[in-house]
């Protein structure tokens, strides 16, 4: 069990290398001036063009820029993200835990309201609570994040009131953040821990709707599998064998289908938590939520080549630590998985 | 479904006190905040809360563009025939940090510019006129220690004394912008910045201030210091130990919300005084006319926009055949005054204003915003007409370009919906006058645009200059001037406008400035070198109870353009 997490991990940094060769490569496909396009603010700036590309080496060649940027990397610098007007490591430093907190809030709703209903759905097949559940699969497939977002924030906040709009607190609770002692990152943890009640009930409400939005979207496909999944098992040999022993239906269901119906679910949650991690792309930016996903589109959008690497990066290591859990988790499940 | 109630009665009670305070300022903006170090802010975002935490030695007097007050300075004198600057400071100014305002901290806040003076930076404008180059010490070997030192310093009776190596009439605007903010040398030398010494100058030549360590722990003499910056939020507080009078807001609130939905939502509930909208159409629709909407129109524009036309242009893939044979044209095109002027003749002006500006828009005389000294409205216009321009397009080329007719292709930058439809228009009254006439329009990236347009390899484009400083000649020179920052992008050059301009750079005599750019203003309508754009008319809008924002006091030149003022001068209600 052991070998197989270290040769995991020993993954990371290969596959950080070839990313950050891909990424590096890529952008070199585009010209010196399009690489110092981030730097450039106005037309007066653009009058400066010529020195900020002579500044920074963007005329140098592929290997002497790659070189450049592996030796800073090597010694913890990942450079400065213009996007967020901060070093990258910092950025990830005080985004990251904000990311973490809203993957946490949303994808253990996401993951126990699938399976139960997914699983209701099968069990009740082609009955209305069943028809029901597919009506919601289809709009959860097809309706965009930013239209369910944008419609949320609509009905929650500007009409009815109930909560709050975009951001992570209230602007009065904003300016008590200075005094709140930071030990997770986690801002309604710190909060709760500094005994700050009504801060952490204020993060926590600001949180509701970008994970709402979440729920609504990302439960859909998870709803759609976890019903195949167990309509598949119910029909197999051995529940059938289980109920012909008499066992209680519930305990058929439970122990005997739903535990194999898991199987896969288990690998889908491990792809909903990679992609959570990775930044919520257009909910964070809908909710002005600062996490991961809202500084990557702008540094996306501005070609902030600093930041687009150290976000590969930083998913290169989510992916290979989740999938790894998610491994793990297989073998507990399913005894015939075990790794040892 | 009791459950429910309850949840949302909770919810309710807790959210009710979202709205934005009596004392506090909430300014929901689309954009983010990239420095608070003066000495590389040139961006109205930085600059907003730049000017706010620092002062200038002089400002802008109420919504006047062409009258200087004094700010941390208290009077100047101008001596050796305009080339000496001589400011009395005030007394009893206080940084954030507690120090003392010094002479010495003016003197090390302008040469820590002339120093860096980095790409990123405004600086160049600074010093052209205190070292007679934009350039840096890495990109001019010329430039000394001596030099820098030289041009500012301080004098035995505290005073600060600039001395230039020519006239420069724009030079006190420059002052005023607020990249040229007086910073605490002690405090900034203390968190490892520059420390004002000649040993070490070097090191800082050039030197990119976005991130440093002061633009993370500002401290200046404005009426509002920093309490904290992150990601998305950035929070100021009244200071307590400032000179001046005590703001009525005490705190302000800045978040960068990129969504214009929730930004707008949270305008109308009253959860943020002001908001950046999303274009005159927008927010007339959405915001305009709404409960505790307050809307502020006809504000002056400050932008100057035009169509370049290329009288060289050094891009075969845009000329087609090359030749005045109908199939493409001769790079020197836009060399002929009438092919210029039967364009300038061919653009319907009012219906771009109707049609993109919604009927709020006007058309200028000169490329230069009428509120700057030296406009002068009795220049000819263009108008929309068509015997003209067919008229002009017959005499151009002897005829022949007439008989042949041609193919132009003309880039706008992607995105930019203004620019394609001018474009639009202008291509469907070119081409209804002749059928041989032939404009293709594309989309251009903005990168790709400026680099071409640069080179001069963009035969007709639509670009745009916004001020950096409160001068004519920031406009004038740029567009006009054979030397000027266009020029590339036109290849035009007139001798007599070149002198002109030369002059109005070298008195101070405000009369005689504006006789020549009058001049300059006439002999551009009859060379026709640029299509003007019509401006648009600027408008603000905010919540009703915030008080002190208005058309009589807004001033294009401060950088919070979200009310025209500083936010001292502020008050809710």
New interface residues.
Partial sequence: MLNFIVKRLIQIPVVMLVLSLMIVGLTQLL?P??R??P???????????E??I??RGLRDPFPVQYGRWLTSTLQGDLG?S??????VIV?IK??LPRTVELTILTAIPILLISVWLGTLSALHKDKFIDQLLRVFVVLGYSLPSFVVG?LL??VF??Y?????????L???N??A??DIKTYTGLLTVDAALNGRWDIA??AL?HMILPALTLVIVLSANIIKVMRNNMLEALTSDYVRTARAKGLAPSVVNRKHARRNALLSIVTLAGFLIIGLLGGSLITE????F?GIG??V??AAVGVDLAAVLGFAMLTAVIVVVVSTIVDILYGVIDPRVRFD | MKKVAAL?TL??L?????A??KD?L?Y?SSS????LDPGVT??TASGGVVENLYETLVTYSGASLSKLEPLLATKWTISNGGKTYTFDLRKGVKFHSGNAMTCADAEYSFERNLVTN???S?N?FLAESLLGTGANAD?DKTITWARIDKAVECNNAGQLVFTLPAVDPAFLAKLAFSGQSVVDSKHAAGLGEWNGKEATWKDWV?K?L??SKLSQNPSGTGAYKL??K????L?A?AFDGYWGKKPAIK?V?I?????L???Q??F??G?ADLIDGGGRAVDEAQVKGKAGVDWIDNLSNTVAQAFFMNQNIKNPALLGSGKLDGRGIPATFFKDANVRRAFSYAFDYDKYIQDVQKGKGKQRTMLLPEIFGGYDAKVSKYTYDKAKAEAFFKRAYGGQLWKNGFTLTANYRQGSEPSQKAMEILKANVEALNPKFRINIQAK????M??DS?DGKEAMTI????P?YADPDNFMYTFYSSNG?YNPRLNWKDTQIDKWLEQARSTVNNTERNRLYSLVGKKAFEQAPYILMPAGIGYIFMRDNLVGVSASNYNPMISFSATGTFWKELSKK
């Fill in positions: 010209t001036e399009q110092a396009a730097y450039i603010r106005s037309e007066q700036q653009a009058a400066r063009l020195q900020i002579e500044q400065y213009k996007a967020s007007n901060q070093d950025t005080e985004r944008i924030l609509a906040y500007a009815l009131g109930w909560l709050p709009g975009s951001g992570q209230n602007v009065i904003t300016f953040l200075g009930w204020d409400q930016t809908i909710f002005a600062p809202q500084w589109v702008q | 949302a919810l309710t807790t959210s009710a006190l979202a934005a305070p506090t909430v929901q983010d905040i990239p420095t040139y961006d980095s790409a990123e405004g160049w990109d050039g990119d976005t991130n309490v904290r992150d990601s998305n939020t929070l507080t705190n609130v978040q960068k919300v990129s969504e939905a929730a930004r939502q949270a109308l509930r959860d990236q903005w990168s790709e400026l680099k640069k670009m745009g200059w916004a950096d920052y």
